[in-house]
């Protein structure tokens, strides 16, 4: 613990964030990169050195066969590769590079070619003008001129990264641009298309549903396909010279203005990535040299990130807030011998928690907007950012009390009790009719109109559902709140744990596992599944849904102690093993039994602890630093992400604990 704090301190920011590798997804990037190039900023925002970095990271992701998964990790699709392979060659690379070759005859030696790349991929070559706009399902803006009430289907109760990335997506559709023709576009073009008899002999109206088999996570149904046919031939009359061109005209309209209110809202970082660059692509249509596209282009560098492997665009502006938050945690429950060490690093940290809280709520009408309250909560990433999301809320007031317990003459002063009221209020305003926590927003619309879901390389995009993290960081977050303030909100909070209680029971699989959305996957929704039950006043003799829970975990555990979790769980849905243990997933694993009392029942599942905890220690590497190994963060079902500081965090947090509760169980 000593060895692995004293390097984890180094890695600690100024200001008190820990900064972390948050990239992954493969088609990140490639966005970026064809929005500086069609507006032709290349060279302002991304100078030669980066151009460079971004080349390096391209030839470190290649695939042994030439091709690019959706994410670092992945097998090879059609949507990784053609990107990436655009994105090499308006970086600079050329069309005869070994690599950039190899990547080519990827594409080419399957039957659909460049035109089976998904819908994203299509929006993307389209506005470079190497794909028609034809060629794509419509993304009509005049939705955002429907009515909200009763409609749902309104854009207005997607999810809000879902609805925010189709909103300035609906703007180029419904304008047709396209970037300016040039040699290189006419090259890759070419180059794109040979083996389908070259750009000219492609049927636009049959690439509309083409998807290469690589890519295909979520076939459209039936009624989908038959939504897309009917709104393309009424596309016709909204373009130029169309009778009604004039609800077109008002309908881009009204999306501009939600863009300029999400750009000034987050001081032009946007809520992610993908809107990031795409909302900047919006300011510089409407004026190019207008302030709105100069305020995007100085927030870019938020989202880069280089690392051992070049330069990506990472999947958020950052994970600061929801790393600190927990390397707080993870660092106090070293208990009180370590506070003296450990106590600049608290500091530090407490500063920036109390700083990264929103303490001003988004300007004018938020329902106008759809936007939830924010003001009292915690983001993701930094204040600037400030979109609020429940468990980041929950982590950003657990960090708050936990160190509200230490000396303020060693970790700094409280954060007043008023602003952990408002926090704990926007808490249980998060809270789903179903009894769980959904992530930015409510529930707003029903889960059938996931069969609109256009994206055909993630699930479960287009409505906010409720999750087993989300919750239970809730309910755990609110039931420490309760401990330090009991008088505040007393019956609105039991009834949300108890609540949050019911909907925990009601998703745990029979076999006694949750799944994880946001995390790799089973060992990761263990740990919040079984917390938020003891948070809901559970314990493992009162509750078989914990016993349930401890017994799937033990069945989990790998030959010689540890546990180690596939990727490949979150996108197939079941438990896969890896062959070894991985430090986070252990971690995870021995956080969720030493929560519930595993240690002091002895037995297998005390002897399954310390097997975990002598694979942690033994992989802890001579700088205190531990290895970094698969990756273990998700979003959207198929789609992995990098946390790379969850590597320190949890595997002292774990070991933390464990040390402190065998102390407590030997001196009993």
């Not at 263990?526 to 003891?534: D, H, Q």
Request: proline share 5%; aromatic share 12%; hydrophobic share 40%.
């Amino acid at each position: 613990i000593e060895h692995g704090a004293a390097y984890f301190a180094q890695l600690q920011d100024e200001d008190g964030h820990w900064p972390g590798d948050y990239g992954g997804p493969m088609f990140l990037m490639p966005g970026l990169v064809i929005v500086c190039h069609v507006t032709g900023c290349m060279d302002q925002v991304l100078p030669a050195t980066h151009r460079q970095e971004m080349l390096r990271y391209l030839r470190n992701h290649q695939n042994a066969d030439g091709g690019y998964g959706l994410h670092i990790e992945g097998h090879s699709t059609m949507f990784g590769t053609v990107l990436s392979y655009v994105t090499a060659r308006l970086l600079g690379a050329g069309a005869d590079e070994g690599w950039v070759a190899e990547a080519r005859a990827w594409i080419h030696a399957r039957e659909c070619g460049a035109v089976g790349t998904p819908s994203w991929g299509k929006f993307w070559l389209a506005l470079l003008g190497v794909y028609e706009w034809s060629g794509l399902n419509p993304m009509p803006p005049e939705m955002w001129c429907a009515p909200y009430a009763l409609n749902p289907l309104h854009p207005g109760r997607y999810w809000c990264h879902c609805r925010m990335v189709y909103l300035p997506m609906s703007y180029v559709y419904g304008k047709r641009w396209t970037g300016p023709k040039s040699d290189l576009t006419e090259a890759i073009k070419e180059e794109l298309y040979a083996s389908r008899g070259g750009y000219d002999k492609i049927d636009w109206e049959a690439a509309r549903s083409e998807c290469a088999a690589e890519d295909l996570y979520y076939p459209h149904p039936l009624i989908q396909d038959a939504v897309w046919w009917g709104l393309s031939k009424a596309e016709p009359m909204l373009l130029e010279g169309g009778s009604l061109h004039w609800l077109r005209r008002k309908a881009l309209t009204e999306v501009m203005k939600h863009v300029h209110y999400e750009d000034k809202n987050t001081r032009y970082v946007d809520i992610g990535p993908v809107n990031k660059v795409i909302n900047m692509l919006c300011c510089y249509i409407e004026d190019p040299t207008g302030l709105a596209f100069r305020r995007h282009k100085a927030r870019v560098p938020d989202y880069l990130w280089v690392a051992e492997d070049g330069m990506k665009m990472q999947g958020y502006n950052g994970s600061q807030l929801w790393d600190t938050s927990f390397a707080v945690q993870a660092l106090a429950a070293a208990g009180p011998e370590f506070l003296e060490r450990f106590a600049p690093a608290l500091r530090a940290a407490h500063a920036y928690v109390d700083t990264s809280q929103v303490r001003v709520e988004a300007s004018g009408s938020l329902p106008e907007h759809y936007r939830h309250q924010s003001k009292g909560a915690w983001p993701f990433s930094t204040q600037d950012h400030g979109w609020p999301i429940s468990d980041c809320t929950s982590e950003g007031l657990k960090a708050a009390l936990v160190l509200a317990k230490l000396p303020a003459e060693k970790v700094g002063a409280p954060i007043p009790a008023g602003r952990l009221a408002e926090c704990v209020d926007i808490i249980l305003s998060y809270q789903n009719a179903d009894g769980g926590w959904a992530t930015y927003e409510n529930t707003r619309s029903w889960p059938w109109v996931e069969l609109f879901n256009p994206a055909e390389t993630f699930g479960d995009i287009m409505i906010d559902y409720s999750y087993v993290e989300c919750s239970s960081a809730c309910m755990t977050a609110l039931a420490a709140f309760r401990e330090q303030h009991p008088a505040v909100r007393a019956a609105d909070i039991r009834k949300a744990i108890a609540r949050g209680r019911q909907y925990l029971l009601s998703i745990q699989r029979p076999d006694g596992s949750w799944y994880g959305s946001w995390g790799v996957c089973f060992t990761y929704a263990a740990w919040f599944g079984i917390k938020g039950l003891l948070a809901a006043g559970e314990t493992y003799a009162s509750c078989g849904a914990i016993r349930r829970a401890v017994a799937f975990l033990l069945s989990k555990e790998i030959p010689g102690g540890g546990w180690g979790e596939s990727y490949l769980s979150c996108q197939d849905k079941v438990y896969v093993s890896l062959d070894a243990p991985h430090a986070v997933n252990t971690a995870w694993a021995m956080l969720a039994l030493l929560a519930c009392g595993a240690l002091g029942r002895g037995g297998e599942q005390a002897q399954a602890l310390h097997r975990g905890a002598s694979a942690l220690m033994a992989s802890q590497l001579p700088s205190g630093d531990w290895p970094q190994e698969s990756i273990t963060g998700v979003f959207n079902r198929n789609c992995m992400i990098s946390y790379s500081q969850y590597r320190n965090i949890f595997p002292l947090w774990a070991l933390g604990e464990y040390r402190t509760l065998l102390g407590e169980h030997e001196a009993a």
